[in-house]
T-cell receptor, first 112, second 113 residues
């Protein structure tokens, strides 16, 4: 069975500071990995995805994530946070790109 | 281009009532799915469909029915609502091929009293 753990329920970061969101997964084979973002009252939007190849993937809005097989992790990073990055972030894993298991999410608050 | 449209956005039901959450997409996507979102639990897959006439169960299918008679529509039916089905429901679709991106609707908030 596949599962995702996002250890941080809530993170507060200052505008302009760096951000890292943790994601650990459990899956028996090479996983498909995703990060989605949800703004209040909205559906989810894909930030980035990893299927194979280069373990450092670039996404939209200046986000990147690194796949580390040895640590079963897929952490999301952004060098400099903007106030518009305040949202809830979900890591997801699956055997393909549609039967996904989502983590519980990390809420990011950006302070001025 | 409307994308994925869900109706209604809000609904209150009494225990035992039935209702249907509607989902329509205008992107000619083959794959459609329903998720429920509960606090502290992320999104959980209820049912999905890989094309018209084909549906399958996800992680939490009990208490829900689906059908896929057209490519555009994928309704979710609650036959006898229970308080445990109080949740926010999201419909998502994906296009043909290997894009890897699910397109989500804005959600339907259901409260069962």
């Amino acid at each position: 069975a596949q599962s995702v753990t996002q250890p941080d329920i809530h993170i507060t970061v200052s505008e302009g500071a760096s951000l890292e969101l943790r994601c650990n997964y459990s899956y028996g084979a090479t996983p498909y990995l995703f990060w989605y973002v949800q703004s209040p009252g909205q559906g989810l939007q894909l930030l980035l995805k990893y299927f194979s190849g280069d373990t450092l993937v670039q996404g939209i809005k200046g986000f990147e994530a690194e796949f580390k097989r040895s640590q079963s992790s897929f952490n999301l990073r952004k060098p400099s946070v903007h106030w518009s990055d305040a949202a809830e972030y979900f890591c997801a894993v699956g055997p393909n790109d549609y039967k996904l298991s989502f983590g519980a999410g990390t809420t990011v608050t950006v302070r001025a | 281009n409307a994308g994925v449209t869900q109706t209604p956005k809000f609904q209150v039901l009494k225990t035992g009532q039935s209702m249907t959450l509607q989902c329509a997409q205008d992107m000619n996507h083959e794959y459609m799915s329903w998720y429920r979102q509960d606090p502290g639990m992320g999104l959980r897959l209820i049912h999905y469909s890989v094309g018209a006439g084909i549906t399958d169960q996800g992680e939490v299918p009990n208490g829900y029915n689906v059908s896929r008679s057209t490519t555009e529509d994928f309704p979710l039916r609650l036959l006898s609502a229970a308080p445990s089905q109080t949740s926010v429901y999201f419909c998502a679709s994906r296009n043909r091929g290997f894009s890897g991106e699910l397109f989500f609707g804005e959600g339907s908030r259901l409260t069962v009293l």
